[in-house]
T-cell receptor, first 117, second 116 residues
Framework: AQSVTQPDIHITVSEGASLELRCNYS??????LFWYVQSPGQGLQLLLK??????LVQGIKGFEAEFKRSQSSFNLRKPSVHWSDAAEYFC???????????????FGQGTILTVHP | GAGVSQTPSNKVTEKGKYVELRCDPI?????LYWYRQSLGQGPEFLIY????????DSGLPNDRFFAVRPEGSVSTLKIQRTERGDSAVYLC??????????????FGPGTRLLVL
């Protein structure tokens, strides 16, 4: 079964500082990987996704993530955080082959990001 | 264009009552998903539809939960004999193509269900 671990429940950074949110996944083959952001009262918004090819993926709002197969990781990064980035971030894995897991996403527990001015 | 919409946005009910939660997917999206998000947790998969049929309902917690999508568009999640533990935000998502084929899932704002 696929699973996702986000080791950091809560991260606080200063505005303008760099950011890295960790994500580790468990899946038997090359997965589909996603990062979503959820602001209070808002739905989940896709930041970026990895399906295949280049392991460094660029997303919206200046975010990027790197797929590292050897570490089973898909960490999210941003070089300079803005106050508006404060939200909860979810990493998710999706199966890329047929089977009972095909189609559904498995999410991590989420990381709450607080940005200090 | 319009995104995924869910109604109601909030629902308060009493233990033992029946509730229906509605999801309107993005027009033309063939796949539709339901997830449940409890406080402090990530969304958990419940069921997904490819067209009118439930392709995977392995996440439904028990037989009190049921979902339909009779015309391949709007879906309704039905919960019978609600329990306090059913309190959560119920999220709906849709995607353009075959579920799992790399398609992005677009999420609605959710229905917050509170069972008293």
């Amino acid at each position: 079964a696929q699973s996702v671990t986000q080791p950091d429940i809560h991260i606080t950074v200063s505005e303008g500082a760099s950011l890295e949110l960790r994500c580790n996944y468990s899946y038997g083959a090359t997965p589909y990987l996603f990062w979503y952001v959820q602001s209070p009262g808002q739905g989940l918004q896709l930041l970026l996704k990895y399906f295949s090819g280049d392991t460094l993926v660029q997303g919206i709002k200046g975010f990027e993530a790197e797929f590292k197969r050897s570490q089973s990781s898909f960490n999210l990064r941003k070089p300079s955080v803005h106050w508006s980035d404060a939200a909860e971030y979810f990493c998710a894995v999706g199966a890329n082959a047929g089977g009972t897991s095909y189609g559904k996403l498995t999410f991590g527990q989420g990381t709450i990001l607080t940005v200090h001015p | 264009g319009a995104g995924v919409s869910q109604t109601p946005s909030n629902k308060v009910t009493e233990k033992g009552k029946y509730v229906e939660l509605r999801c309107d997917p993005i027009s033309g999206h063939t796949a539709l998903y339901w997830y449940r998000q409890s406080l402090g947790q990530g969304p958990e998969f419940l069921i997904y539809f490819q067209g009118t049929g439930a392709a995977d309902d392995s996440g439904l917690p028990n037989d009190r939960f049921f979902a339909v999508r009779p015309e391949g568009s709007v879906s309704t999640l039905k919960i019978q004999r609600t329990e306090r533990g059913d309190s959560a935000v119920y999220l709906c998502a849709s995607s353009r193509g075959l579920a799992g084929a790399g398609e992005t899932q677009y999420f609605g704002p959710g229905t917050r269900l509170l069972v008293l």
